[in-house]
């Protein structure tokens, strides 16, 4: 029985966030000390409602100011809010947009034999079935940084579509008590399970 570590990192997408042009919100994160109470009157002081408590985060307070925020950073409103004795600090809070790029199916030759990522009922059975990875994708999960450890019957970890994701520090042969997984193939056992379960996992993308 062999374990190994795969990195996981399986697409391209990136999410990318506007940094040109910030727009601010009419909500503040505040540190108060004292309470809710003493954050409802520092709200009220300085034309702002408490929302109430974030969470579990100790003493951090959600304020609105009150009528319309222009979508500017109004630094004299957190400034004023910082000379209370009780506040330890004061945030206007902004917008966070994001923006997937484009999805490109891979430039694989062999993709469209990926029946377990994307099953167009190449082997006779039913469509859809797989692991609606592209969905993911979209979604720009792509897995990177992400480290998966599978307990199978071997990894042909030199193998180009796996070598550029594969942990060897991570990975160890339990059968042959060494620190290289790599199957001993037979006609009688294949051990080549451990390899495509891998590369379903940790590929490297565009493969030829």
Not at 94 to 118: C, F, I
Not at 134 to 145: M, P, R, S, V, Y
């Amino acid at each position: 029985m062999t374990s190994l570590t795969l990195f996981v990192l399986f697409g391209c997408l990136h999410a990318c966030t506007y940094a040109d042009k910030i727009r601010y919100t009419n909500e503040w994160i505040v540190e108060v000390k004292g309470g809710p109470e003493v954050a409802d009157e520092i709200a009220q002081r300085h034309g702002f409602k408490n929302l109430g408590k974030i969470g579990n985060l100790q003493d951090h307070f959600r304020f609105l100011l009150q009528g319309e925020v222009s979508g500017l950073h109004m630094s004299s409103k957190s400034e004023a809010i910082s000379q209370e004795e009780q506040v330890i600090n004061a945030k206007q809070q902004v917008v966070k947009r994001r923006v997937k790029k484009g999805y490109t199916a891979p430039v694989d030759s062999q993709w469209y034999k990926q029946w377990s990522l994307k099953n167009t009922g190449q082997t006779n059975g039913p469509s859809g079935l797989d692991l609606n990875v592209e969905k993911a994708w979209l979604q720009n999960i792509t897995g990177d940084g992400v480290v998966v450890g599978v307990v199978d019957d071997g990894l042909e970890w030199t193998h180009p579509d796996i070598y550029e994701n594969y942990d060897s520090f991570a990975s160890y042969d339990f059968y042959e008590d060494d620190y290289d997984p790599s199957p001993e193939y037979s006609s009688s056992e294949p051990n080549s399970h451990g390899t495509s379960c891998a590369g379903e996992i940790a590929m490297v993308k565009n493969s030829q």
